[in-house]
């Protein structure tokens, strides 16, 4: 492929980036792969690895802005994320 061989993750959702790389991790543990591809396939799984973690840390920020008010009541804060 020429550029950017993983460029696709990025438009994944966290699901279905997680379910290709549960996938990728079965076939790696099953040994049903050469090894080129194998290597291949692996630092596709980093890439989507490190998309799932991006995702989840975009997430935490998000919750962390429900917050208490003063009267006990909780609200949300914009988290200024886009």
Do not use: W
């Not at 379910?19 to 080129?36: D, H, P, T, Y």
């Amino acid at each position: 492929m020429a550029g950017n061989a993983h460029s696709d993750i990025a438009s994944l959702s966290f699901e279905k980036a997680l379910e290709e790389l549960e996938s990728i991790v079965k076939r790696l543990e099953a040994g049903e792969v050469e090894l080129e591809q194998s290597i291949a396939i692996y630092e596709r799984g980093a890439a989507l690895k490190a998309h799932c973690e991006k995702k989840l840390k975009d997430a935490e920020l998000k919750v962390e802005k429900i917050v208490l008010g003063e009267d006990g009541t909780a609200r949300t804060e914009p988290a200024g994320i886009d």
